[in-house]
C-alpha cells in the first residue's frame, strides 16, 4: 500500500515511511492510493467476529506487507484490550462508549497502535532514535504519553497549553516520566500548535532530529479509528434502519475515518460532525466557503480548533466535490449552554452521565433525528470524570473515581514551563 501526499509534491511513501514521517516533506497529509471495500461475507458475518478479527480485517490493507500478519494481530491485540460497548439512551440514540482505555478517551486506540507500529519499525532495523512532538488540547497528550510509555527508540515531547487543561487532564500527561516530557505552554492550544509545525520546518531540527507527529495527521493514529464504527455496527440489534452516526469533532479525525470505514462498505446513512462553538465546518456547508478562525475556549476543549486538520482528507475522500460531501455529512454547532442542559437532561431522563464531547455529540444527533427517521450513535469520547469540574455542578452528583484515575491524581506533576519557539527548539537540540 502506497500513501500520497495531499499537497502532490512529494513522492509516494510506504505505510513504514508515512508512520514514520508523520506529515509529507511538502506538508501534505498522507493519504492511502487505493481503498478497496471488504466482502459482502465480511457484513453478513460481522456478528460472529471478536474485535480483533474485525480489526484486522479492516486495517490489513493500510499496513500491507511491512508488518508481518503475526506482529499485526499482535499489535491489535494489545491495542485493544478493553471494551467498546454501545449503551441506549432513548428510542433510536445510543452511544458507543470509547472511554475504557488507560486514558479513558478515544485517542487511545489510535496513541497505542502507532506506538507499536513505530516500536515494530524501530525493532525490525535499528531505525534512528524518533521523537514524537505532539501539541495536546488536552485528551491527545494523555493518550499519546500513555500509549508510549516505555517504548523503545521513540521519545514524546507533550506541549499543552498551561492552565488550559483539566486537572485530570495535566496529571495524565505530566507524571509518567520516563521518555514522556510534557512542555508547559505559557499560551493557547493554537500557540502549541504553531510552536510544533515550526518545529518540523525547522532547518536545524530537521538534520539533527527525527521528529514524528502523533496527532491524527500520522495514518497510523488516524486509520485505526474506523474500529470504531465496525464495532458499533457489530453491536446493532436492527441492523436494517438507516443508522447516522454523530461524532464531536474538532481535528475532524475521527469522523475522517468513520468515513473511511463508509468507504470500505460500512453501511451508514449519514455522518454528523457536531461541534462547539468551533464553528468552521457547520458554517462551510451552510457558506460553501472555508474560514479558519482563531479557536474559542469551550467546556468540551478537546474540540476547540479553529482550524481542523482532517478537513483535507474529507474533501478527498467525496473527491472535492461539495454536493458529493453534503449527501454524506451534515453539521451542526452547540452553545456551551447548550451542552450543560443536554448533560442535565440525559442524566434527569435517562440516568446516563456524559462528558461535554459526548453530549455535544448527543445534540447534533437529536438535531437530525427530529426531522430524519433512522437510529442513530452519538461517540461518547470521553468518560465525564475528566472533566470533573464542568460535569459535577450540572449533574449535582460526585462521581467515583475509576482506577485509571485513581492512579495518576495523586501523582506530582513534572513539567517544563516555556513562553517561546526558541525555548523549544533548544529543549529539543539539547535532548
Ligand atoms: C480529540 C477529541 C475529540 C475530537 O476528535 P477529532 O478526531 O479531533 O475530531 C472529541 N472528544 C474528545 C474527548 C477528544 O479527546
Same mark, same amino acid.
Given at each position: ?17 508515512? #508512520?514514520?514521517? !508523520? ?34 480485517? &479492516? ?19 494489545? @491495542? ?28 487511545? +486506540?489510535?496513541? $497505542? ?13 535499528? @531505525?534512528?532514535?524518533? @521523537?514524537?512532538? &505532539? ?8 493518550? +499519546? ?10 521519545? #514524546? ?9 483539566? %486537572? #485530570? ?49 500520522? &495514518?497510523? $493514529? ?18 436494517? =434502519? ?7 469533532? !474538532?481535528?475532524?479525525? %475521527? ?33 460553501? +466557503? ?7 475556549? @469551550? ?19 467525496? /473527491? %472535492? ?38 453530549? &455535544?455529540?448527543?445534540? !447534533?444527533? /437529536? ?32 462521581? =467515583? ?6 492512579? +495518576? ?23
Amino acid at each position: 500500500m502506497q500513501y500520497y501526499s495531499l499537497n502532490k509534491i512529494a513522492p509516494n511513501v510506504s505505510f513504514k515511511d508515512a #508512520v514514520i514521517k !508523520g506529515l509529507a516533506p511538502d506538508k501534505g497529509l498522507y493519504f492511502p492510493e487505493i481503498i478497496s471495500p471488504l466482502a459482502k461475507g465480511f457484513y453478513n458475518n460481522i456478528n460472529y467476529f471478536s474485535n480483533e478479527e474485525i480489526a484486522f480485517e &479492516v486495517i490489513k490493507q493500510f499496513v500491507g506487507n511491512e508488518i508481518s500478519e503475526t506482529a499485526l494481530k499482535e499489535i491489535i491485540k494489545e @491495542t485493544l484490550n478493553f471494551d467498546f460497548p454501545v449503551v441506549e439512551i432513548e428510542e433510536n440514540i445510543s452511544t458507543l462508549e470509547l472511554f475504557h482505555g488507560p486514558t479513558m478517551a478515544f485517542k487511545d +486506540v489510535g496513541a $497505542r497502535f502507532m506506538a507499536r507500529c513505530l516500536s515494530y519499525f524501530n525493532k525490525q532495523e535499528k @531505525t534512528a532514535k524518533v @521523537t514524537v512532538l &505532539v501539541a495536546t488540547s488536552g485528551d491527545t497528550g494523555g493518550a +499519546v504519553a500513555s500509549g508510549f510509555l516505555g517504548v523503545k527508540g521513540v521519545d #514524546v515531547v507533550i506541549l499543552y497549553p498551561s492552565g488550559k487543561v483539566s %486537572n #485530570v487532564q495535566e496529571k495524565q500527561l505530566t507524571t509518567l516520566g520516563k521518555n514522556i516530557t510534557a512542555l508547559e505552554v505559557n499560551g493557547t492550544f493554537d500557540d502549541c500548535q504553531a510552536m510544533v509545525k515550526k518545529a518540523f520546518l525547522d532547518e536545524d531540527l530537521i538534520l539533527n532530529k527525527n521528529l514524528t507527529s502523533a496527532n491524527s495527521i500520522n &495514518v497510523a $493514529r488516524w486509520l485505526p479509528q474506523m474500529f470504531y464504527f465496525f464495532f458499533a455496527y457489530k453491536q446493532l440489534k436492527n441492523k436494517e =434502519k438507516d443508522l447516522v452516526f454523530s461524532i464531536p469533532s !474538532g481535528n475532524f479525525g %475521527n469522523i475522517c475515518a468513520g468515513m473511511m470505514a463508509q468507504q470500505l462498505g460500512l453501511p451508514v446513512k449519514q455522518f454528523i460532525a457536531s461541534t462547539n462553538a468551533n464553528d468552521i465546518v457547520p458554517k462551510y456547508l451552510e457558506t460553501d +466557503v472555508y474560514t479558519p478562525k482563531p479557536s474559542i475556549q @469551550t467546556i468540551s476543549n478537546a474540540m476547540d480548533v479553529g482550524d481542523p486538520s482532517n478537513f483535507v482528507r474529507i474533501i478527498e475522500i467525496y /473527491k %472535492n466535490s461539495i454536493s458529493e460531501l453534503k449527501k454524506h455529512l451534515s453539521s451542526y454547532s452547540f452553545t456551551d449552554d447548550e451542552t450543560r442542559e443536554a448533560m442535565k437532561f440525559m442524566k434527569d431522563n435517562s440516568n446516563y452521565i456524559a462528558d461535554p464531547h459526548g453530549a &455535544v455529540g448527543y445534540l !447534533g444527533l /437529536k438535531k437530525y433525528l427530529a426531522i430524519n427517521n433512522v437510529q442513530g450513535i452519538f461517540l461518547e469520547t470521553a468518560h465525564p470524570v475528566k472533566f470533573l469540574d464542568v460535569v459535577e455542578p450540572v449533574i449535582n452528583e460526585t462521581i =467515583k473515581l475509576p482506577t485509571q484515575i485513581k492512579e +495518576v491524581i495523586d501523582k506530582e506533576k513534572v513539567s517544563k514551563y516555556i513562553s517561546t519557539y526558541n525555548e523549544l527548539k533548544q529543549f529539543l537540540l539539547n535532548s
